[in-house]
């Protein structure tokens, strides 16, 4: 099968518990526990399969933690901020107020 998904759209993954959308997701991700036998991921026609996680997350994907751990001292917030950061010139972060 083949999953296409453009840039703007929302869309659900659905289905019963051990179906595999975790899997999926962390695969997508980079999670090095997961090797691909047969298929690609594509970004914007970019085969990503060989880059790193942190490669993946500069070019824009963000796999959300189902059970975060905390980090104390570190909210949610500054932690979502520090992602945006992290892909924008080092000289100019995000606004706190657009943010
Ligand atoms: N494409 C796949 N091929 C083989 N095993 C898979 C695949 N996708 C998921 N699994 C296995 O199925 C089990 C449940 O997957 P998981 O991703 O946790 O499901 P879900 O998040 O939908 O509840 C895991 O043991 C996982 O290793
Ligand atoms: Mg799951």
Known sequence: MNLTLKTGE????MGPNGTGKSTLSETIM????YHITEADI???GESIIEMSVDER???GL???????????GVT???FLRAAI???RPKNNPILIMDF
């Open 76 to 78: 949610n917030a500054e």
């Open 85 to 87: 950061n992290a892909r």
């Open 30 to 33: 980079g999670n090095p526990s």
């Open 10 to 13: 929302i869309h659900a993954i």
């Open 57 to 59: 997350a500069r070019k």
């Open 42 to 44: 594509l970004l914007n």
């Open 62 to 72: 963000f796999l959300a933690m189902q059970y975060p751990a905390e980090v104390p």
